[in-house]
């Protein structure tokens, strides 16, 4: 394998250092605790593009002893080429220095040193003593400050104490960066040492383009589950007249499932696309997305207002005549459409949305049909499409560290819909595209998936935070 850049994340205990590899590697993997003393080993874990391995990052356990290491350190800065190695082998024997003789290991290498601590507190003499073993070393070194709570009064005080002895300082959100904050980071670091320039750059390079790949596949996924939701059907036989009106609520149980599954799937796919395989993402509570696909405050916070919906309908030249205000109000209105057949109160478990038309077909050799859907409700489809779109948003700029619920992390910015911030083409092309779908019309599909296409990966592109 060729050479790759290699950096040891070092520090204090609990200040963040597992949590920083785990979103620069893209590895859910890595241990993170609240409780100190948690890594008591080196960890390697490779950031790659695609299978190839772009950069290894090397996760430590915290200093145990900085200031007789200092002191060490001071003794012998002159009479050794690397320190670092002399330091591991005058303390290997010793069990209170394992975690130190440990942490020295990849320094002892040639790697490259991120120094983590946590910003919202104040330095202590332990800070001090860490940050001048490391100028020892000799290494080059960038300190990162990883801010634990919103706490910012002593950030002025780490960066003055950096400048003396780093050669880069970067405030960094181990559990909130997105992307291009750590490309951002990856950037910085070339600057560092000139020597890691070119193999840094190539690994940003690489990465910028899988992630590019990610982006479309994950388009791929929303089309699909699109394609899939607007044709979903659900139907059912019954032997007796009688039998009837028990059935309709079980077909439409049975149809909501079904929709269901299928965003969750296309969700489950965009995740696994952005490496969360163990599913490990929680919605934040705050969100709309845990709010089921039918309930009013989806419909409210989701798709078209009325007059964007009326004039995309009418340029993809779909008329939606009376069903207008049910497509855009979504509440007002009562249950599924009956079609040939009176549709009664046992129906309500949809209720407040015009979704599918319910018919019912005599069989001639006995019994009924009953088959709900495909949905033809206007208002539909830019509703699934504004959440799996919000769903994708959250997964592509979900920090690896971000492992457990209780991070105060709000996604208030995320909180409607992408597709009524569109303009009028772009809604209008979007409501061509569904109309294509759900008429099955491939030929029209492949003129119009390109340009649709783009649109998604540029709201997939945009900053969550717009
Ligand atoms: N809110 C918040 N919590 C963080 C952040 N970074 C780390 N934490 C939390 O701080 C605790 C310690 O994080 P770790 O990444 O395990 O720290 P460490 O430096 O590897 O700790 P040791 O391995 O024990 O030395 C965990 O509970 C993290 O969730 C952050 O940016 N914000
Ligand atoms: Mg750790």
Redesign the pocket.
Known sequence: MADIPTFAII?H????????VATLAEDESV?????????TRLARFDLKAGNASIIEFV?T??FQNPAKTLAWFKQNANAEDNIAQAFIQQHSSLSDYRHDCELMKPVASGAGILY?VDGSRPITSSDQAEMEILRLTGKPRMAII????DETLYLDAWKAAFRKSFNAIRVF????ATFSERIGLLDALKSVDQDWNPSLQKAIDLLQKDWARRGKRAVETIIDSLEQGLRFSKSKLVARESDLELAKPELERAYREGLEKIERRAWNEIQRQYRHQALKISIPDSSILNENLFSDRTWQAFGLTGKQLALAAGAAGAGIGVGLDVAAGGIAFGVFTAAGAAFGAGAALLKGKDLAKLKIKQIPVGGFKLQLGPNQNPQFPFILLDRVILYAKICSNWAH?R??RD?SISDENLKEGSSSRWDAKQRALCSKVFQAIRKERNDQLETLYPEFKEVLSSELERNPDH
């Open positions: 520090g205990p609990n200040e963040g250092k597992s949590s920083v241990r993170i605790s609240p409780v100190p003393g948690e890594t996760d356990p915290g983590v990883n801010c634990k709570s959100d181990a559990c909130g560290a492992q457990n991070l």
